[in-house]
């Protein structure tokens, strides 16, 4: 039987760094595990909620008033000869790179560098670089928490979107595992653009500090003047008529403002960035003024892409 702890502060287990404790908190590395944890849960009544890499995610300042399950399952099993790798959600999408360059499968180089686990990555479909986790996905196994039976579903039925899918549309589907479909690829050379990602990445996000990601999702623009005004400054085509929201943040000369600890990127408008002793207030008075500035200049209304946790 698995841990259940009390009073566990969130606050290290995200990449925000921000957060207050949770009222129980465990750990789980199987679906046998987390149905235990649902049950739990049930019995006391609690509302429940499923930690990753904590990437993605703002943690209120008071914690969060049930259970964290953090899953924990990380078996990975690579099959070079087939061409594919079987991981668990809990297994850091980092891991999953690295195992397939090193083992000369090729697909998830866009992924190099992004935080969190395959979980979350699955949940919300990452994507960078003209690649996202819909391209890549064989099958995902997801407890159904409404009957409590394991599910598997096939690549159309994840519905896959921009940054979403059904895991994200139906919370009580909780992804547990997954098939992902690779390419031969030569070893050297994967890891060679893995790098080149990484250092791109490096060059253009803000290093050191702590934060979320992206915090707003790129907006659908049908102002068409304004997106030939993006395309005219950043020689880049609008795709599918998304304005990438850092760049309208910039227009707004935001970039270095602050409340409290939390501030707007030096480097890259759309990270919003703990920069010392932020709290989850901060953080959401903050966005709160991007998207009013955004609303009044643009007309446009921004959506956090940020998990909010006891709120």
Known sequence: ????????????????????????????????????????????????FILGGGSNVLVSDKGFDGLVIKIKSENINVNKEEQFIETEAGLNLATLVKEAAENGLSGLEWAAGIPGTVGG?????????????????????????????????SNSQCEFSYWGSIFKKDPNLIV??????????????????????????????????????????????????????????????????????????DQIGLRGKKIGGAMISEKHGNFLVNAGGATAEDVIMLSSLVKENIRQKFNIQLESEVRLVGF
């Open 121 to 153: 990555a699955l949940r919300g479909n990452a994507r960078a670089f003209g690649g996202d986790m819909a391209s890549v996905v064989e099958n995902v196994v997801a407890l159904d928490t409404k009957d409590m039976q394991i599910k598997t579903f």
């Open 1 to 48: 039987m698995f841990n259940v702890q009390k009073n566990i502060i969130l606050a290290p287990l995200t990449s925000f760094n921000i957060g207050g404790p949770a009222k129980y908190f465990v750990e789980t590395k199987s679906a046998t595990d987390i149905c235990e944890a649902l049950e739990f849960a049930a019995e006391k009544k609690l509302d429940y």
């Open 176 to 249: 547990v595992a997954a098939k992902i479909k690779m390419q031969a690829g030569n070893k050297e050379k994967i890891m060679q653009k893995n790098r080149e990602i990484i250092n791109k990445r490096i060059s253009s996000q803000p290093q050191g500090s702590p934060s979320a990601g992206s915090f707003f999702l790129n907006p659908v623009v049908d102002n068409e003047k304004l997106r030939k005004e993006f395309e005219t400054d950043t020689g880049t085509k609008c795709q599918e008529n998304k304005i990438p929201a850092g760049w309208l943040i």
